[in-house]
């Protein structure tokens, strides 16, 4: 797997850095998808409401098994039903209660029911999701003996993303609402983010470990008739969500034939144009104003079709240009998806640009205004005719360049963050920068050079190491969930 410079990771965007293949490794079963999923798949079917009356964090157990019980299906085990005091298992030395398994198993059989699976037996459905709440807490024991948190800005990333679903514009505005209707509601949400991404940290750095990729596989896969199918297509789609207010069995009949409606509504606008904004204008303003929760989605542009979530790729590779998916229910909400273009890119030619560049941290030690009169200090040097490869050999606070004279090697669109790219393009070859700012500091690049290069066959063998990828990992991850299963003291109670 490509290894990035330190240099390159500490000024590139932290959306690409989290873009790897591992972000969508997932369990084989349903149950255990639920129980280990990533934080927006666990976020994703939560409501304000259901959020705040979740991060009561006074509850007592019996309170908490009442709850879980009223929540329960009919069809969970008698077992389970008679009694949820008390322990289930115990896991190394942290017990897993009757009250969390009888909530689980109320939570799988929702999306179950909303997925249009199968439902397995109750049995079947109760061994599962104990198996999963087990596996969990061995890999939160994993995750507390290695110190593994998440980058704050990846936690933030996925409040964000929580925030624009509930129709909220910032983390602030997320804040004030879930703590007006219980207080400490967001600091409970937040702590519940950097679990679930410190367990997704976990399974990548597993999983990647495990999944050997050589040369001579790519080499061989891309011989294969499958490779023909990964030919640098790009598909072009619009995607608009009609969310539900909670999990798709629990809302009532009435918002799942509005959501129907508006869904409906959506392709058939979606047919006649391809102009995403003014279809959510036009449901916002008719048939879905008065909603639970605002129409979501946008023109997403071109994607690859090995980089989009695999239900949204089963459903537009089939289709020519111009077509829409029929509406498909998920467990979050109605979607329905427009293949607007489809291209494929076999001779990929990109600008690049060869860059140095100095950097002055802003932290604890260090002021945005000294970090500031800092590299004002030494724009002026470098315009007395000073070295800058020197300058940034002896200045810099970016460990992996600076001994390089602050050498990132060539760059291409959408590596850097955005203002740094925008600087970059806007500084003549052979040229300096004036000094600007981003998240990491104060920074002056130079341009020492630019090109175009064809990157047609690393686009080809990145998508055939993805597809190779996706197709070993959840093997992988299986075999490692066994492997710690089976060196764990776990008791399992009657």
Do not use: C
């Amino acid at each position: 797997m490509t290894v990035l410079t330190t240099s390159r990771l500490a000024i590139k965007n932290a959306r690409n850095i989290t873009a790897t293949p591992a972000h969508s490794v997932a369990l084989k079963k349903l149950t255990h998808t639920l129980m280990v999923s990533t934080v927006l798949g666990t976020l994703g079917t939560l409501s304000l409401s259901a959020q705040a009356a979740d991060a009561k964090t006074d509850t007592t157990e019996s309170n908490t098994a009442a709850i879980a019980t009223s929540t329960a299906s009919a069809n969970t085990p008698v077992s389970v039903r008679e009694s949820t005091n008390g322990m289930i298992a115990l896991v190394n030395d942290t017990p897993i209660l009757k009250s969390q398994l009888v909530s689980a198993m109320a939570t799988a059989q929702a999306r179950i029911q909303a997925s249009g699976q199968p439902a397995p037996s109750a049995q079947r459905l109760q061994n599962d999701v104990l198996n999963s709440l087990i596996l969990r807490q061995l890999q939160l024991d994993m995750v507390k003996r290695a110190g593994i948190r998440p980058d704050a800005d990846v936690v933030n990333q996925s409040l964000a993303r929580f925030a624009q679903s509930q129709g909220l514009t910032s983390l602030s505005q997320l804040q004030q609402t879930l703590d007006s209707k219980q207080p400490g509601s967001y600091a409970s949400l937040r702590a519940q983010v950097i679990e679930e991404e410190s367990l997704k940290a976990l399974q990548q750095s597993q999983v990647a470990n495990r999944v050997r990729i050589t040369e001579q596989d790519i080499d061989a896969f891309l011989a294969s008739p499958e490779a023909q199918r990964l030919q640098s297509a790009e598909y072009r789609t619009i995607h608009i969500r009609i969310p539900f207010s909670d999990d798709y069995n629990r809302i009532t009949e009435s918002e799942k034939q509005t959501a129907l409606q508006i869904a409906q509504q959506a392709k058939n606008l979606l047919m006649n144009t391809d102009d995403a904004q003014s279809v959510l204008d036009e449901l916002s303003a008719g048939i879905a104003k008065n909603y639970v929760a605002p129409v979501q989605g946008g023109d997403m542009g071109y994607h690859e079709a090995s980089g989009l979530p695999t239900d949204i790729a089963k459903q537009i590779t089939p289709l020519n240009v111009g077509q829409v998916t029929e509406p498909q229910i998920t467990p979050e909400g109605i979607d329905v998806v427009k293949l607007v273009d489809k291209r494929n890119n076999d001779n990929m030619i990109i600008p690049q640009w060869k860059v140095r560049h100095i950097l002055i941290k802003t932290d604890e030690q260090n002021s945005d205004a000294l970090a500031e009169q800092k590299i004002n200090d030494l724009y002026e040097q470098l315009r007395h005719d000073a070295d800058f490869s020197a300058l940034a050999s002896t200045y810099s606070n970016d460990p992996g360049s600076a001994g390089r004279g602050g050498d990132l090697d060539w760059v291409a669109e959408g590596q850097m963050v955005p203002e740094f790219e925008e600087m970059m393009k806007r500084t003549p070859k052979g040229d300096y920068s004036i000094p600007f700012k981003s998240q990491f500091g104060w920074h002056i690049l130079k341009v020492e050079d630019t090109r175009e290069k064809d990157v047609s066959d690393t686009v080809k063998r990145n998508l055939a190491r993805e597809a190779l990828y996706q197709r070993l990992a959840p093997q992988a991850q299986e075999d490692w969930l066994q492997e710690l299963r089976a060196n764990a003291y776990i008791q399992i109670f009657d």
